[in-house]
């Protein structure tokens, strides 16, 4: 487990098992979640933070090489062809935005993928490159 520092956001896909960590503000996407939608929350969150500060974003949900299925498997996600919205995180005094799905950033095109999204939100941004099994629980604060 990773202890993240707070205030810290989380953001669970509607249809991911368990919701199993637990930030400073832990919120469930409804199913058709949009991209758009994950900025706005974002911002929601950042705009009402202690310090107009979020130190972690974390985005649960299902995913593969390169997508982000926000709103639910099957569902419009986060790709290539509109991960440009993230630039309207770009200045918010973000610091990390941690990406918990399988296999995002597996090959070169997902890798390329986490790169541009980083550029584009301005912050850094930590992705997997294998499937990932969620614990049973996790202790407040911790992916």
């Given amino acids: 487990m990773i202890k993240l520092k707070q205030p810290s956001l989380v953001l669970h896909s509607c249809d991911v098992p368990g919701y199993e960590y637990e930030m400073w503000q832990s919120w469930k996407m409804p199913k058709g979640a949009r991209p758009i939608d994950v900025i706005y929350w974002v911002l929601y969150a950042r705009d009402r933070s202690p310090e107009l500060h979020l130190h972690n974003v974390v985005i649960n949900c299902h995913g593969h090489d390169g997508r982000l299925a926000v709103g639910g498997d099957g569902q419009p996600g986060i790709d290539s062809s509109n991960y440009n919205i993230f630039t309207k995180l770009r200045g ?52």
């Fill in 92 to 143: 918010k005094d973000l610091g990390t935005i941690w990406l918990v799905a399988c296999l995002v950033a597996n090959t070169n095109a997902g890798k390329s993928f986490c790169a541009r999204l980083a550029q584009l939100a301005g912050c850094s941004v930590v992705a997997a490159d294998a499937s990932q099994y969620g614990a049973i629980w996790c202790p407040y604060g911790h992916v």
